[in-house]
T-cell receptor, first 112, second 115 residues
């Protein structure tokens, strides 16, 4: 699976949009981009995933560049409860080796 | 749905003792994963099962670790004998390919401290 690069930490003001970048320059054509987050002392939580089209759900939006070498997770109106470590992962969704490779993630701190 | 249920939430044990961690996956999920998380190494996959069969246990640190899934609703991770370096948070997660790759659901974890 392709590796990802994320900034180690970011700040965002409460109520503003939080934009978390992720580079995955070696992504292959059949690899999906997944985002998870881990709030302190909890298990990781699935947020969203996509292949090449932009995706939106009740939690966030995922913007994937046309060349698919990078993506941005957008939390449209960040709240204090969004403070967490956010992980960007690329993998083959239907791969028989059905697992995720976790990096260090981005620690997002939402400030009042 | 109660989600993935792990027990106990916290475990403190003495070096050399046997430790058993338990996991109940979400009903209908056919994949189950055991992860370990430490500050130094982050999240590491230990083993995963598909339809109760172990598929990849290459992440299991050594023979002191063993995992079983006797049925679709229960799995255990056992450490015998335990050592201080096993101290970590252990997560269980489940998923289903029928969900079209919509991610894993993790439990709340078991924080293990070996003294």
């Amino acid at each position: 699976d392709a590796k990802t690069t994320q900034p180690p930490s970011m700040d965002c003001a409460e109520g503003r949009a939080a934009n978390l970048p992720c580079n995955h320059s070696t992504i292959s054509g059949n690899e999906y981009v997944y985002w998870y987050r881990q709030i302190h002392s909890q298990g990781p939580q699935y947020i969203i995933h996509g292949l090449k089209n932009n995706e939106t759900n009740e939690m966030a939006s995922l913007i994937i560049t046309e060349d698919r070498k990078s993506s941005t997770l957008i939390l449209p109106h960040a709240t204090l409860r969004d403070t967490a470590v956010y992980y960007c992962i690329v993998r083959k969704s239907m791969d028989s080796n059905y697992q995720l490779i976790w990096g260090a993630g981005t620690k997002l701190i939402i400030k009042p | 749905d109660a989600g993935v249920i792990q027990s106990p939430r916290h475990e403190v044990t003495e070096m050399g003792q046997e430790v058993t961690l338990r996991c109940k996956p979400i009903s209908g999920h056919d994949y189950l994963f055991w992860y370990r998380q430490t500050m130094m190494r982050g999240l590491e996959l230990l083993i995963y099962f598909n339809n109760n069969v172990p598929i990849d246990d290459s992440g299991m640190p050594e023979d002191r670790f063993s995992a079983k899934m006797p049925n679709a609703s229960f799995s255990t991770l056992k450490i015998q004998p335990s050592e201080p370096r096993d101290s970590a948070v252990y997560f269980c997660a489940s998923s289903s390919r029928r969900r079209g790759g919509y991610g894993y659901t993790f439990g709340s974890g078991t924080r293990l401290t070996v003294v």
